[in-house]
């Protein structure tokens, strides 16, 4: 069992900056594709970004493209996201999430997860 404590969110201007973090119990965690998820009010969870097992790879969607990069420590057992240049579209609850493998296409679907974090809420002000 895995378990995912997110941090890092808070009330921020637009324009600013936040670093989440995702920090992940057990010694597994290299073998999950680390994904970050977020749910604005009133809408569905949509993808993020995602890393791979040892951060060779990073996949975004297109509007954080640019202004978000994830990363992560193995050692630490920890996924990051900075997030820069933050506008009010970003404001959401932010999930990590953990599945052993990439998807089969190319949809980034918050389906099939084996493991997820609460969230954390950032709120980007004017």
């Known amino acids: 069992q895995v378990q995912l404590v997110e941090s890092g969110g808070g009330l921020v201007q637009a324009g600013g900056s936040l670093r989440l973090s995702c920090a992940a119990s057990?010694?597994?965690?290299?073998?999950?594709?680390m994904r970050w998820f977020r749910q604005a009010p009133g809408k569905e969870r949509e993808f993020v970004a995602a890393?791979?097992?040892?951060?060779?790879?990073?996949y975004y969607t297109d509007s954080v493209k640019g202004r978000f990069t994830i990363s992560r420590d193995n050692t630490k057992n920890t996924v990051y996201l900075q997030m820069n240049s933050l506008k009010l579209d970003d404001t959401a609850v932010y999930y990590c999430?953990?599945?052993?493998?990439?998807?089969?296409?190319?949809?980034?679907?918050?389906?099939?997860?084996?493991?997820w974090g609460k969230g954390t809420l950032v709120t980007v002000s004017s």
């Open positions: 999430a953990a599945a052993q493998t990439l998807p089969r296409g190319p949809s980034w679907s918050p389906d099939g997860m084996d493991y």
């Open positions: 057990g010694n597994t965690f290299s073998s999950y594709v």
């Open positions: 890393i791979s097992w040892r951060g060779s790879s990073t």
